[in-house]
């Protein structure tokens, strides 16, 4: 029946006939104002059911939203904690370092302390030892200056002495 109507519709020319079927099919259909006003009142209220279930949703995905978020905000406090500690741990692993590094520092320090010591007495003996040979040196090197001056004299003055001795004997 409803292929007819839309084909009444879409003529250009309607008969008698078509005009009552048309007239029939509209007062089939119309509605009244009360009905309508009664017909839009459940709508409103169903809108209104709709809207307060929303609301409902709403407030407990607000409420859930909320249980999240001070949910992470105890994660986050917790690691936070977490982390405090692990930073306080390796604060104390690295003064634990540093005291075993300036015991180390100190015992290589002690080390070549001694060595340098060491090296210090071994050269103030060594230059004592030097300074015995170069006195030595020094000794024979003086008997060889007065060595030398004496031959040096015996060469210059052997005639001298020699006719001295002559004039004197």
């Given at each position: 029946m409803q292929e007819h109507i839309k084909e009444l519709y879409n003529k250009d020319?309607?008969?008698?006939?078509?005009?009552i079927q048309l007239l029939l099919h509209n007062a089939q259909h119309m509605v009244t104002r009360d009905e309508l006003k009664a017909d839009n009142k459940e709508v409103k209220e169903d809108?209104?059911?709709?809207?307060?279930?929303l609301d409902k949703k709403i407030d407990n995905v607000r409420i859930e939203l909320k249980e999240d978020i001070d949910k992470l905000d105890k994660k986050i406090?917790?690691?936070?904690i977490e982390l405090k500690e692990d930073i306080e741990k390796l604060d104390k692993k690295i003064d634990g370092v540093e005291v075993r590094l300036d015991k180390k520092i100190d015992g290589v320090e002690a080390r070549l302390d001694k060595k340098i010591d060491n090296v210090r007495i071994e050269l103030k003996e060594d230059?004592?030892?030097l300074d015995e040979k170069i006195e030595k040196v020094s000794?024979?090197?003086?008997?060889l200056q007065w060595l030398i001056v004496a031959t040096l004299i015996s060469i210059f003055a052997k005639d001298y002495i020699l006719n001295f001795m002559h004039k004197l004997f």
């Open positions: 020319h309607l008969t008698q006939k078509d005009i809108i209104k059911e709709d809207i307060d279930k406090d917790n690691v936070r230059i004592k030892k000794i024979k090197f003086d008997k």
